[in-house]
């Protein structure tokens, strides 16, 4: 194949079904459920450059520095498009097909998941060889996955004859709801296979599908683009524009009508990994079944599922279950109940709950902060600054700040002096001291910061500049 | 009744199966398992006035700050006993025996275990005049539980024949080991009582009977007992002569044998609390069957017991577990499996796990640390005070030390000055300098300790004058 494929990645989805890793904060995309790669980053991976251009990632603009981030850390380059509001999957593919027009009109474009994962590579990109090449033929095609069980939590794909005689690529007769237990079994008898939500079309192709079938949708993508402010690495869609789109999925919006879709049959180790149940299965096990990661132990009991960084987490004499701690949060999950921890987390949002949304380390451009004590009028946070960052210059209307230089050296700027402080030196900034702080250094600067004050939260801030615009 | 019982509350064991709250550096009998109170204070606070002198408590040295400041917080008063080693129960009742012939020989003494409960008072207090009047008469009585089903977990009584014609009080007429399920429910069938480790005596039958069955233990009890030292408001047994009791229970050693065992029938709503499962069945539940104490979820689960101080704790679609949530360590446990805790904690103990032994919040006579982050060459901890009371004048070889205050206000000793830090202020140790920390005020104080240093262990630490002994 001469002309690469233009991967367009969608990476806004904030997971909640694999709580309490995934939050809205930090949703499933940006973790590592498997292996030391968050799903974002292997799909990355997954993209061979002989086959394929550099991606275009589509985001949500609060993850736009957890994009950049993961992106780095794979030694990849992509484009960041974000969304300034949430919208569904068809007014993201339109964005991406409308930057793929711009490109060239013939451009073939994949659209991928960023919280899936593929585990047979090499079947996979044989897979969209096949999808693009039907793809350049004027389909919109879909890697259909033959089902290993009679999944429910799957939609499903009816396959047809093939597009041309002897070609492996099938005609996509239709894409079917989630089923019963019962029509799933009928379904996989009948040799119906998974919607593993990718396509891979013509960039002109799929423009006109669009226009066709989801005129609001198309102009409001296109409009957002064309209104689209750089920001930093980022392109920031127009708000207002991009509002306007409808949320509807790119399957109904367009697969359930279009007559050009078609599916190549694909065995390549797909998964959604969209519950606990999902990432057990899909983890290495003992011989008893259990799958510890992090600090576990398991006694007398089998099919357990252990994960934990810190805190021991120990399970005795119950099976089937899956145990996840985090800094601030446990779940202890039947094996057979993966999909009601979205019901769990509905009520902790409900309830308002910090938890649900929110982990206690929190990233930012310059690295992160974790709370790691607090009481009635003081907090403790650890701080890690990357070498050459720097916060914004900022002030504090009800709260002093105390910084305990651990590991590296801090520029620190305390109204109209700039001082140096290092490992095992402190620096005291009063309320109201117009402060930065700042990595000049080679490795991570890590402070312990100590808050008193009448107020303590994360709003008391007034930013007087900062380099990553966020005043 | 003329004549008050003289109580003498077991208080030295280190009970390992309701791990992790329990740790051996805060055993069971401390905890408030049940309720806002330990087992320990609602031991002492069952024990009435009008008819109990103030107790003896005796307890392993270890313990010896958190006896009296849970003993404070009762508002009662005790004599406080320390072993300087572990034996087993028959040298702590030959101490508290020959504590309590040094006051009068006929003195009648009642040994309770500081790690039981008993939920109806009136009806224990009622058995304990009983059993009293029968001591008073030479017998050494216990109160023998009536079963409320077939326990395993449990030694039981055969009783026999009243001790005088009419009297409710019977002999015992056998101690016996805790029996399988099959002899269990024979035994309940025969009327056989439950054997809970408490007894009533003379204190001149119980030395006699001491000195003939187990001369060994009273003598060595005896010789650690006169040769104890004051060590401020404590007796220190003394270790070389205490060392020297055999370790054996005071059942084997001397009730299995005796002529003079009688038993009073008792309906008191006791326990001991044996294990999670025995605290599950105690604790309030709602309709099905869950019960959470602290921060925790239940949703689609019934019989479910939750205790989590602080970390968000749930549990999904799991019946019949018990989750214990504590700072740095999680227990999923099987409602069926109580006893195997025990068998956990032996293996978290052969490897060396920190969590098998202690807490991150450690209890000193002047107050609490507790460990809230830690790096590679650094420490955060924080530090509460009590009014009034000072650390050891002290210094370190390896760390320097940044104490933030948070509350209250500190005097701070370094080298040859002293001087007071107030709240939102901060003060510097370097490494080697002789500090001191003492609370001149009237509330807590807390401060945010931060230890940067290459070595970080608690055993560098140079105590150069104490207050409370521990130079």
């Keep these: 194949m001469d002309v690469k494929i233009l991967p367009i990645i969608m990476c806004g989805g904030s997971g909640t079904r694999v709580w309490p890793e995934s939050r809205e904060s930090l949703p499933k995309q940006f973790i590592p459920l498997l292996g030391v790669r968050s799903t974002f ?16 990632v589509i985001s949500n603009q609060d993850y ?4 950049s981030e993961q992106v780095k850390e794979t030694g990849r380059t992509a484009r960041v498009v974000l969304e300034p509001v949430r919208r569904d999957s068809a007014a ?15 451009t073939i474009v994949a659209i991928f998941a960023a919280d899936h994962i593929v585990r047979d590579r090499a079947a996979f990109l044989a897979a969209c060889r096949e999808a693009a090449a039907a793809a350049a033929q004027g389909y919109i095609v879909t890697l259909g996955i033959k089902p290993t069980q009679p999944a429910t939590g799957y939609g499903y794909i009816r396959t047809g004859a093939p597009v041309l005689a002897g070609s492996t690529v099938l005609k996509a007769e239709a894409f079917v709801e989630k089923p019963d237990a019962e029509t799933a079994a009928r379904y996989v008898a009948e040799g119906y296979l998974w919607n593993a939500g990718n396509f891979f079309f013509r960039a002109d192709v799929m423009q006109e599908e669009l226009r066709h079938f989801t005129p609001l949708v198309q102009a409001a993508a296109a409009e957002a683009l064309a209104k689209a402010r750089k920001d930093l690495d980022f392109l920031l869609l127009d708000k207002e524009a ?39 299965e899909l983890s290495e096990h003992d011989a008893d079944g ?12 089998s099919n357990v599922h252990i994960r934990s ?7 005795v004499g119950v099976d089937n279950v899956i145990v996840v701690t985090t800094q601030d949060a446990v779940l202890v999950l039947d094996r057979a109940h993966g999909d009601k921890v979205k019901q769990l987390v509905d009520r902790l949002k409900a309830e308002n709950r910090r938890e649900a949304l929110e982990h206690k380390r929190s990233y930012r451009p310059w690295g992160y902060y974790q709370s790691v004590d607090n009481g009635p009028r003081y907090q403790v946070k650890r701080i890690v600054v990357k070498p050459g960052a720097r916060l914004s210059l900022q002030k504090h209307f009800h709260r002093a700040e105390h910084w305990i230089v651990v590991r590296g050296t801090a520029e620190v700027t305390r109204n109209n002096e700039v001082i140096q402080v290092h ?24 402070l312990i910061e100590v ?12 930013r007087i500049e900062d380099v990553y615009n966020r005043v």
Tied chains: 1, 2.
């Design 41 to 56: 980053q292997a799909t990355l991976e997954n993209l061979d450059e002989s086959l394929f251009e550099a991606p275009i």
């Design 64 to 67: 736009r520095f957890l994009v």
């Design 92 to 106: 993201a593919v339109a964005v991406g097909t409308e930057l793929a027009v711009e490109i060239a009109p013939d």
């Design 242 to 280: 991009f509002s306007r789109a409808p949320k509807i999925s790119i399957d109904y919006a367009v697969m359930e009508h279009t007559e050009k879709a078609a599916v190549v049959p694909a065995d390549i180790g797909w998964s959604d990994v969209g519950t606990w149940a999902a990432v057990y």
């Design 290 to 301: 259990n799958s510890v990661r992090g600090n576990g132990i398991v006694l007398d009991a």
């Design 309 to 315: 960084d810190e805190h021991l987490t120990t399970v």
């Design 423 to 446: 490992e095992n030196e402190s620096i005291y900034l009063p309320i109201g001291a117009v402060h930065r702080l700042a990595n000049p250094g080679r490795i991570d600067l890590e």
């Design 451 to 462: 808050q008193t004050g009448s107020y303590l939260g994360e709003d008391d801030i007034v």
